[in-house]
């Protein structure tokens, strides 16, 4: 059995300064992560994924996320927040055993303050 | 390439009436989803399919139905549609399954009165 927990529901930063989203999961097998961005109003798309090469992946507009198996934890960062980065965030396992299915966490809202 | 396009983007339905969401993409892949977005919750796989002819179960099928006649689409039905049922549905596809990114649709808001 697969599952994520995202820590924190909300997070509020200024514009600038860095961005801290985090992320545990629990899996019976080696496991694929990702995170996913979602604009108001919009589908998701995907920001980054791992899948057991680097421990640290970059993704798209400047954020990166690091795998640590020691504290199950795949938490994401940006040095620094522009409004654009205003969204909701959702971490996402998929355990890599037979299984096609994406478990999602219930999702961190970005507020980005001017 | 238009991706991932929903068929309608808002619906209004009352207790007991059916419907059908219409899923289409454009990209060849084999496998789509039909998930729902409900507040706090994240998104919940109600059925998948991986391949052209195939269908199966996600976490939360009950109620709804599919179908995947032709590749390039995937219908999700609801025969008698409940107010549980009100809620975001987003479709997605990928090239396989595992480790692939999916891709999203922009999503049907369809409330059940």
């Known amino acids: 059995a697969q599952s994520v927990t995202q820590l924190d529901s909300h997070v509020s930063v200024s514009e600038g300064t860095p961005v801290l989203l985090r992320c545990n999961y629990s899996s019976s097998y080696s496991p694929s992560l990702f995170w996913y961005v979602q604009h108001p109003n919009k589908g998701l798309q995907l920001l980054l994924k791992y899948t057991s090469a680097a421990t640290l992946v970059k993704g798209i507009n400047g954020f990166e996320a690091e795998f640590k198996k020691s504290e199950t934890s795949f938490h994401l960062t940006k040095p620094s927040a522009h409004m654009s980065d205003a969204a909701e965030y959702f971490c996402v396992v998929s355990d890599n055993f037979g299984n096609e299915k994406l478990t999602f966490g219930t999702g961190t809202r970005l507020t980005i303050i001017p | 390439n238009a991706g991932v396009t929903q068929t309608p983007k808002f619906r209004v339905l009352k207790t007991g009436q059916s419907m059908t969401l219409l899923c289409a993409q454009d990209m060849n892949h084999e496998y789509m989803y039909w998930y729902r977005q409900d507040p706090g919750m994240g998104l919940r796989l109600i059925h998948y399919s991986v391949g052209e002819g195939t269908t199966a179960k996600g976490e939360v099928p009950d109620g709804y139905n599919v179908s995947r006649l032709k590749k390039q689409n995937f219908l999700l039905g609801l025969e008698s549609a409940a107010p549980s049922q009100t809620s975001v549905y987003f479709c997605?596809?990928?090239?396989?399954?595992?480790?692939?990114?999916?891709?999203f649709g922009p999503g049907t808001r369809l409330t059940v009165l």
């Open positions: 997605a596809s990928s090239p396989s399954g595992r480790n692939n990114e999916q891709f």
